[in-house]
């Protein structure tokens, strides 16, 4: 029996699930139904695959629908906070990409209602790598310190939060400079569209409040980069990570959407898995 799946948000990841699905690169799963604040990039989406997929206009609408097992969050951090429960009470699983919506009411209750209901929350290693080396790590709690470094373009970075913690447009950085250095959970409320990967990161590991986080706006840069460096009684773990951005997002990494698709992947085929 295939997967059914639900998308929610038609960006440049929910497009690009979209056309994987039209390429046949999900063969055990079935693209039921698409939602996006704005219809018109829903309708457009949803044409890429023929016969074109059910555009609902809300999510409650989508989940009426029925035959939906999954449903893949695409879209943001306030979806997530707007959406979660609504989907999870309707059955269905959820994946979610917009990761740091888990550290802040209310989506910071939704392992705990997925637990209640009997549902699960998916989590994609987005641009990131070594998640499952961290999570062993942490079994018996042996990881003492991890630490995230990420640099971007400055044109990768949100404009208006740069305005407001620096004063300065992205044309105006010149030379490497630090916007953000603090813990995972403030990292993903000022920039809630750039570093999810530290939310990620948080939950696999020490916590959002212990994960330190820096991001450095690098106009010599032009891949996204994530340095991620942990220590502990398991040993040391450093991994460095360069992203070639998509193309219709410069704020997202290729890598991110190649992880959503093969974790959607992993959880509607039959056989071995790998790291899911």
Not at 68 to 90: K, M, N
Not at 157 to 178: C, D, K, T
Request: glycine share 10%.
């Amino acid at each position: 029996m295939n997967l059914g799946v639900a998308l929610v948000g038609c960006g440049a990841i929910g497009s690009s699930v979209v056309e994987a699905f039209a390429r046949g690169e999900i063969p055990h799963a079935v693209l039921q139904g698409v939602f996006d604040r704005d219809l018109d990039r829903a309708r457009a989406v949803s044409t890429s695959i023929t016969p074109p997929i059910p555009v609902a206009s809300s999510v409650a609408e989508l989940l009426a629908a029925g035959g939906i097992q999954l449903v893949i969050e695409a879209a943001s951090q306030q979806a997530v906070h707007e959406y979660g429960e609504a989907i999870l009470r309707a059955g269905c699983d959820l994946l979610i990409l917009s990761v740091g919506a888990l550290l802040e009411p209310p989506g910071s209750g939704l392992p705990k209602l997925a637990e209640q209901l009997g549902r699960r929350l998916y989590i994609p290693s987005g641009g990131i790598v070594g998640i499952d080396g961290l999570k062993a790590a942490a079994f018996r709690g042996e990881v003492e310190s991890v630490v995230l470094t990420t640099r971007k373009p400055p044109y990768a970075l949100a404009p208006e939060v740069l305005l407001e913690r620096l004063q300065l447009q992205p044309s105006e950085i010149h030379e490497p400079m630090l916007v953000y250095e603090g813990p995972a959970r403030e990292a993903v409320r000022y920039f809630p569209a750039n570093i999810n990967v530290a939310a990620t990161l948080s939950l696999a590991g020490i916590g959002p409040e212990r994960t330190l986080v820096r991001i450095i706006a690098d106009p010599r840069q032009t891949l996204n980069v994530h340095e991620i460096y942990a220590r502990g009684t398991f040993g040391e773990m450093s991994l460095t990570v360069r992203n070639v951005t998509h193309p219709r997002n410069p704020r997202t990494s290729m890598l991110a959407v190649l992880s959503v698709l093969t974790l959607l992947r992993e959880l509607s085929r039959p056989g071995i898995h790998l790291g899911v």
